[in-house]
């Protein structure tokens, strides 16, 4: 799939950083570095302005590496571009940890799975099919 970008930062395009990844990581476009101190969060530039195409979307996911070392993900996890979207691309990062966190420019913040989505036509109803979970919410399928 090809998707028109412009890039204004000062970095690479995000890319996949092996060969079966399903998520290009994204860099921070910073004049100067973030800090983050606990449960802050910033929203990051990356200079990236994207063409997602009709019917798809682009997903903001947090990168494991960050979370698990340093407490940092996504307030909004997946946050989702839509293809109508012009703007540049930002990443709502959060600092969940008890310590501060700098984020650095060029640093890989996040990263982007595109994924194919279906509009939805509503059709009115006054009744719904049976299941075996029927109203069940949350926690009704037990803890096991």
Same mark, same amino acid.
Request: charged share 20%; proline share 6%.
């Given at each position: 799939m090809q998707i028109p970008v412009i890039n204004r930062s000062r970095h690479p395009l995000p890319e996949y950083q092996t060969a079966h990844a399903a998520g290009l990581d994204v860099r921070a476009n910073l004049a100067e570095p973030v800090t983050l101190g606990p449960l802050q969060r910033a929203l990051i530039p990356t200079g990236l302005f994207l063409e997602i195409p009709v019917g798809y979307e682009m997903q903001v996911?947090?990168?494991?590496?960050l979370?698990?070392?340093? !407490?940092? /993900?996504?307030v909004n996890s997946p946050g989702t571009i839509d293809a109508d979207y012009r703007g540049e691309l930002k990443v709502l990062l959060v600092n969940l940890s008890d310590q501060e966190f700098v984020v650095q420019d060029g640093e890989r913040i996040a990263q982007l799975i595109v994924a194919r989505h279906e509009i939805v036509a509503w059709q009115p109803a006054e009744t719904l099919s049976d299941t075996g979970r !029927?109203? /069940?919410g949350y926690g009704s399928t037990g803890s096991v």
């Open positions: 996911r947090p990168r494991s590496g979370a698990y070392k340093h !407490g940092i /993900g996504l !029927g109203t /069940g």
